[in-house]
């Protein structure tokens, strides 16, 4: 038996090694197979991408590609997998560099590939390309997440010439697709309306989804995107590609359908106004571009990009989120330490686990008691806060609640000491002008001095009061009067530059305190990116929290980002019934804006049992999977369920948001329950001595039943909402 397994062992060694021999790699997850191969031209083309290969010998079936002349198609019209500008390709290109001499023409060629295996679940490809004219070197980077079925990708740039050359392209990843449609999902918005979804069919030419803001990139355009093949994409059928980029500043994807109606979608860094000058042996590392593939839909590919989230990506994606109460709607600017040591009291009451303080606390000879004055000078004000922060981490303890804080540290108001001492920390025009965004402007984080002092903000507030819990870091203004103080003569560098700061302090925070929440806010979601995410444990999805606004934009981020990555907070933005705002507030990670003292006995009562039941169904909602079952763009309603990984717990929501007079309803079929199991229905977060209207309340069905017939929990009363705890028998 054990010389058997040898054999088979070595037999299969050789059958890898043969197609390897022959230039092909296969870059695989459990679902999904990325096949590149090598022509005798030297050149590297992808074969295929698209579900997993039952049989690896299917790969010698596919078409042979160009002997060196022009009697390929593929080769001559852009299959190529890193193409660059200037040679016989036709299209966008994923690379373009300017010489020292001028030429702006580069060729590359395969030199060789590498496979190790990270873990079990997890495998890098890494592929050398070359060009034989000029010392340039580009390197293919491969990562796949097995179980999860994600693969992320990305590309190093180096180069041996005598002076610098020039990057004026630099794609993360290029991919290739042949479908008789394809139909793009972008998302869209601004301020307070983030990521409103709208899809339409690609045709010929090109379509550009872009950024140019700098900081607060995602205020416009999300840097994501869903794609599918043949028909428009639906939540549970059909080829869905979704993809995003981890970059916090300008980026750009470009889907080019070109003549012969294939799709090329290029992703990275938005080249505009960012010439980059590469020294010799030095690196240009681009964002990763990560992506997933599903043959059943965009829910399927959601719950791909939510495992693997939680496992690999987010900060402390597996451990627990803490809830709060914010002061921000209590109080805006307006409040002092005796208010805040009452609100400690609310949230002791309310059962949150944290008082987050939010903005106006800080500043002296420039008072922040608006937004016109105060960024930049990170000390307590005295007048409103006579005893420091020491007082109040104080007081939160007697509370019983950790103690959290709101920085803006990447941004200075011109009314302020830092200002005053640092004008040249400052990007802004030094000939023109200066325009004002919220009466702000943006450090230059391509300064190490500036650098050190965005980090000593955190740190210095740590250092002095370690009992900190919590950091809301904010980033309210996109770059404007674009000019670097500390570049020079290198001002088309500083969009790049300028993000890569930013990383370099978020990870010497990471380093020295790793475990140390920080929620990711941009004037609402104008940050969403899984680089980020990688140092913050949240984000705010949005400044609007109108419980009806938020069912559609936290709709938009669940497509990509896990519901404990989502902040969602009970505000009296919206005068919707209390219940349904704590219900739409329920499907992501719980917090509040709102006084309790304000609340009536019957209403603190009600927030009270729903943070004991938000706090006990966590794992549930904040860690199960997640099934969108009736969508608000299609009606005038909306259903999802959380269900644990193990089958036996599940909750369920549903939201009637403006239903028509006399309207057929329908019940809603659940998903992803054990059809052989026996469920208990309870509707829960009623408001004390109200009860259940819902018929099928206390009833026990099976999960066969649940997932074909469905539940009746929809009315035709507008603006409210049912919980339904589903329990395994």
């Known amino acids: 038996m054990r010389k058997q397994l040898l054999l088979f062992l070595f037999f299969c060694a050789g059958f890898v090694r043969s197609y390897a021999e022959e230039g092909v790699l296969r870059i695989s997850t459990d679902a999904t197979d990325l096949i590149l191969r090598v022509a005798s031209n030297g050149r590297l083309y992808q074969s295929y991408l698209g579900p997993r290969l039952l049989n690896e010998s299917d790969m010698q079936h596919f078409p042979a590609f160009s002997r060196g002349g022009s009697g390929s198609r593929i080769a001559e019209q852009g299959w190529e997998t890193y193409p660059a500008s200037g040679m016989e390709d036709y299209f966008e290109p994923a690379l373009g560099i300017i010489h020292q001499d001028g030429n702006m023409t580069t060729l590359l060629k395969y030199v060789s590939s590498e496979t190790r295996k990270i873990d079990e679940n997890v495998s890098e490809t890494s592929i050398i390309l070359r060009d ?3 010392p340039i070197e580009v390197k293919l980077y491969y990562r796949t997440f097995k179980k999860e079925n994600i693969i992320k990708t990305w590309t190093e740039i180096r180069h041996q010439e005598k002076k610098p050359v020039t990057l004026f392209r630099y794609a993360s990843a290029m991919l290739y697709f042949e479908s008789p449609h394809y139909y793009l999902t972008e998302f869209s918005g601004d301020w307070a309306k983030e990521v409103v979804m709208n899809a339409q069919e690609l ?5 550009v989804l872009d950024t140019k803001l700098g900081s607060r990139a995602a205020m416009h355009t999300s840097p994501f995107f869903q794609l599918g093949f043949g028909q428009p994409i639906a939540e549970n059928q059909g080829n869905v590609l979704l993809g995003t980029l981890g970059w916090t500043g300008n980026f750009r994807f470009t889907f080019e359908v070109d003549n012969e109606g294939n799709l090329r979608i290029i992703s990275g860094i938005n080249p505009y106004a960012s010439p980059y000058e590469l020294k010799p042996g030095e690196i240009f590392k681009t964002p990763e571009f990560i992506f997933t593939l599903s043959e059943k839909g965009r829910g399927e590919a959601s719950r791909n990009f939510h495992d693997w989230a939680r496992r690999y990506q987010v900060k402390d994606g597996e451990k627990d989120r803490l809830t709060l109460l914010n002061n921000w709607e209590s109080t805006g600017f307006h409040f002092n330490e005796e208010r805040l040591l009452d609100l400690m009291q609310e949230a002791k009451q309310l059962g949150v686990d944290l008082f987050l303080l939010d903005d106006g606390w800080f500043g002296n000879r420039y008072p922040r008691n608006h937004d016109k004055a105060g960024l930049g000078d990170w000390e307590p004000m005295r007048d409103k806060l006579p005893n420091g922060i020491g007082a109040l981490i104080k007081g939160a303890e007697k509370a019983g609640v950790k103690f959290g804080i709101w920085i803006e540290p990447e941004m200075v108001n011109p009314k302020s000491d830092l200002f005053e001492k640092h004008p ?69 560098q500083l969009y790049i530059d300028h993000v890569r700061g930013i990383y370099k302090v978020l990870e010497r925070i990471q380093v020295k305190y790793p475990h140390l929440p920080m929620m990711l806010c941009s004037g609402g979601g104008g940050r969403c990116d899984y680089e980020a995410l990688k140092y913050f444990t949240e984000f705010w999805p949005s400044d609007n929290t109108d419980p009806v606004e938020r069912i559609f934009i936290q709709w938009g981020f669940s497509q990509f980002f896990p519901a404990n990555t989502l902040c969602a907070h009970v505000t009296s933005w919206g005068k919707q019934p209390l219940k349904f705002r704590t219900d739409v507030a329920m499907m992501g990670k719980l917090g509040f804006d709102i006084s309790m003292a304000d609340r009536s006995a019957a209403e603190q009562a009600f927030c009270r049992e729903a943070v004991a039941n938000f706090k006990r169904l966590k794992p549930v909602i904040l860690g199960g999977d997640l099934f969108r079952l009736v969508s608000p763009y299609e009606t005038e309603h909306a259903a999802l369920v959380y269900v644990a990984k193990d089958k036996k717990k599940a909750v369920l929501y549903a939201y009637n948001i403006h239903p028509r007079f006399g309207e057929k309803l329908f019940p809603v079929r659940l998903q992803g329950l054990d059809p052989a199991l026996q469920y208990r229905v309870e509707e829960i977060n009623l ?31 507008p603006t409210t909402s ?6 395994a028998e």
């Not at 045709?203 to 379509?207: D, H, R």
């Not at 049912?722 to 329990?727: A, G, S, W």
Request: a neutral charge; one cysteine or more; glycine letters at 4%.
């Open 203 to 207: 045709l010929f030419g090109k379509k």
């Open 722 to 727: 049912r919980m339904i705890e589903i329990t």
């Open 424 to 492: 040249d920390w400052v990007i802004h025009q030094p000939n023109r002008e200066t325009y004002y965004f919220r009466n702000q402007l943006v450090l230059d984080m391509s300064n190490p001095k500036v650098q050190d002092y965005v980090y000593g903000v955190v740190d210095k507030l740590m250092t002095a009061h370690p009992e900190i819990a919590f950091f809301k870091w904010d980033c309210n203004s996109p770059i404007t009067n674009i000019y670097s103080p500390y570049l020079k003569e290198k001002q088309s």
């Open 132 to 134: 034989d004219v000029y």
């Open 687 to 717: 408001m004390p001595e109200q009860k259940s209207k819902f018929s099928e309340n206390g009833n026990v069905f099976s999960g066969d039943y649940l997932m074909k017939i469905g539940l009746a929990v929809f009315t035709t009363q």
